[in-house]
């Protein structure tokens, strides 16, 4: 009896072939954090500091995801983060917005090497026709870990994308290039970052919070990586030296100032 | 054991941030006692030879019609094989689109440890580590990379070309196509405008201005200084400008020599993505609008005044030089 059990589920798999979304998640400290150093100006000083999903992550990639199994109900949203247990709060979130379930590995690394290499470890097994990512995050400003992944896969990889659909089992993309746009059409599976205009931030709505509370979030040991890359240390930028203010009555003495001056112009 | 710089090119011209990073190839390559290549990919309409004046000594061209369309796989693979038939040591990209696709690709291929964002050369007193850009310019992170293969992007706007007289030698590197893993179906260039991101100068509106049809004032100033325009995120929210022109923490980031901003009051965030800019002038009728604290000049005024005064004194000032 059970091989046959086993071919009706290959059938049944056949048929009915459900689409899966890989979101990466990251947390970074709040765009209006104050950014101040300690240890010695190795570590961020995380004291107060409120933590979000990184926008790039949140509005854009992870809501067009939701958008996609917005129309078509059967696709399948796993979120994906590198981090501590500190990040469950932002996980919690992105369930709450929509993803169907989590995945955390405890890991706290700032090596893009070493994240990626983790993530690519578990999309190995989870055989996903999308993985997304932002375009950055706006803590280390590293836009490494859709490429690299992309890499490890042996994936194609869209980066800076604007516009995102799916036509007849091909991806249909728009990206941001150096002063324009392009459309690009790839195969999926498929590796892309997102950035603005790929959709528009939402707010999660009661049913969604609690909701996500009972949604699964899976905690995994991390693989054992070595770091191609360290932080020795930090610098926060010299202090302007203060506005010189011209009057609005003499503009001209700002376009001499920018000339002569700061030979701006 | 070179340095090996990526140079970018759109229909055959060499991006201006491509020279940026073959001025830093050469004085990086120069800081370890070595010789800084390049390679290029596509049928190009420049004068590659050109490169030797930033430094490059030879220039591996890749010249075939064929790989103009971009596939962040196939450069990725054409670099490769270049990195070891050079043996070349570290690779420089410019931190545009383009980098930042095929680096971190690279980087997993090379075994190289990448810094993304440099701001500044490396320092090689103590092992190798690079300056870069964290916190969307609010402050520096200091980058060690522990593998003897490296990789760097280099911010546009953040390192001076230098310009001297040598000539590159330019060699055609030829290979087998990769196949492609996309399709590039449609390319819209912006034609005539400074793409933003390699602007010297940009004008900036905010929602001061009160309407798109007051973007005269920006788009006037800014053909008169040969600028790039962009504007706040509000402004793009509500669709008097593209979403390609916004600056800030989720826009586009930006280091222009001269930035001005018109009736922007100046969020935290917007600064995020101006605040690497080395000359900004703010003018806003509010004396208390937060972007006064960051800025270099400022003007205190109605906008709708002080621009047209602007423009008439630039004009003045460039009819009589």
């Known amino acids: ?164 659909n799916i036509e007849t089992n091909m991806a249909v993309i728009i990206r941001e290039i150096d002063g324009g746009e392009e459309t690009n059409k790839a195969a999926m599976p498929l590796v892309i970052s997102c950035q603005k205009g790929m959709a528009e931030q939402r707010i999660p709505n009661m049913k969604g919070i609690m909701g996500a509370r009972t949604k699964p979030l899976k905690v995994l040991d991390p693989v054992d990586v070595v770091s191609l890359t360290s932080i020795v240390s930090f610098d926060l930028p010299p202090a302007k030296a203060g506005v010189k203010l011209v009057s609005p009555e003499n503009p001209e003495e700002l376009v001499r100032l920018l000339h002569e001056e700061a030979k701006a112009i | 054991m070179s340095v090996l710089v990526f140079i970018d090119q759109a229909e ?9 990073a073959a001025s830093y190839g050469a004085k990086t390559a120069e800081l370890s006692g070595t010789f800084a290549e390049a390679i290029v990919i596509g049928q190009m309409k420049d004068d590659l030879s050109e490169l030797g004046k930033y430094g490059i000594k030879k220039v591996h061209a890749i010249s075939n019609e064929a790989l103009n369309n971009f596939d962040s796989k196939v450069y990725t693979t054409l670099i490769q094989q270049l990195v070891e038939s050079t043996n070349a040591n570290t690779v420089i990209f410019s931190n545009n689109t383009s980098g930042k696709s095929i680096a971190p690709r690279l980087s997993i291929r090379m075994k190289a440890g990448l810094v993304s964002g440099a701001v ?140 001005i901003a018109i009736g922007i009051s100046g969020a935290i965030q917007h600064l995020a993505g101006v605040n690497r800019s080395k000359t900004i002038v703010v003018i806003n009728k509010d004396p208390e609008a937060p972007f006064f604290k960051a800025a270099d000049y400022g003007i205190v005024g109605d906008a709708f005044e002080v621009v047209p005064k602007i423009i008439e004194s630039i004009k003045k000032m460039k009819s009589l030089s």
């Open chain 2, 120 to 259: 500044a050369l490396p320092d090689i007193t103590s092992g190798f580590i690079i300056k870069k850009s964290v916190f969307s310019g609010k402050a520096f992170a200091n980058i060690k990379i522990h593998t003897e293969k490296k990789i760097i992007t280099l911010n546009p706007n953040a390192f001076n070309i230098i310009k001297g007289n040598g000539v590159a030698e330019i060699v055609e590197f030829t290979t087998t196509l990769p196949a492609y893993s996309i399709e590039v179906t449609e390319t819209n260039k912006i034609v005539g405008d400074v793409p933003l991101s390699e602007a010297d100068i940009v004008i900036s509106g905010g929602r001061g201005l009160k309407g798109p049809e007051n973007w005269g004032l920006v788009t006037d100033l800014a053909k008169l200084l040969g600028a790039a325009t962009a504007c706040s995120r509000p402004v793009a929210d509500i669709h008097w400008r593209p979403h390609h022109e916004h600056v800030g923490q989720t826009g586009l980031a930006i280091a222009p020599n001269l930035y």
């Open chain 2, 12 to 20: 055959g011209h060499i991006k201006k941030s491509s020279f940026e």
């Open chain 1, 1 to 164: 009896m059970l091989p046959i059990i086993e071919d009706w589920w290959l059938f049944f798999n056949y048929n009915f072939t459900i689409m899966k979304i890989l979101v990466c998640i990251s947390k970074t400290p709040d765009t209006t954090a104050k950014i101040a150093f300690a240890d010695n100006n190795t570590k961020f000083a995380s004291d107060g500091v409120q933590w979000i999903i990184n926008p790039y992550d949140e509005w854009y990639s992870l809501v067009r995801a939701i958008e996609l199994k917005e129309a078509d109900p059967t696709i399948s949203i796993h979120l994906i983060n590198v981090g501590g247990p500190e990040s469950e709060p932002i996980i919690r979130k992105a369930l709450a917005l929509g993803g169907d379930e989590a995945i955390r590995i405890n890991c706290d690394s700032n090596d893009s090497f070493n994240v990626a290499s983790q993530i690519a470890n578990v999309a190995k097994q989870g055989n996903y026709d999308l993985i997304f990512t932002g375009k950055e995050t706006i803590d280390f400003n590293g836009s490494s870990i859709g490429g690299m992944l992309a890499e490890l896969l042996d994936l194609p990889f869209v980066s800076h994308v604007t516009k995102f």
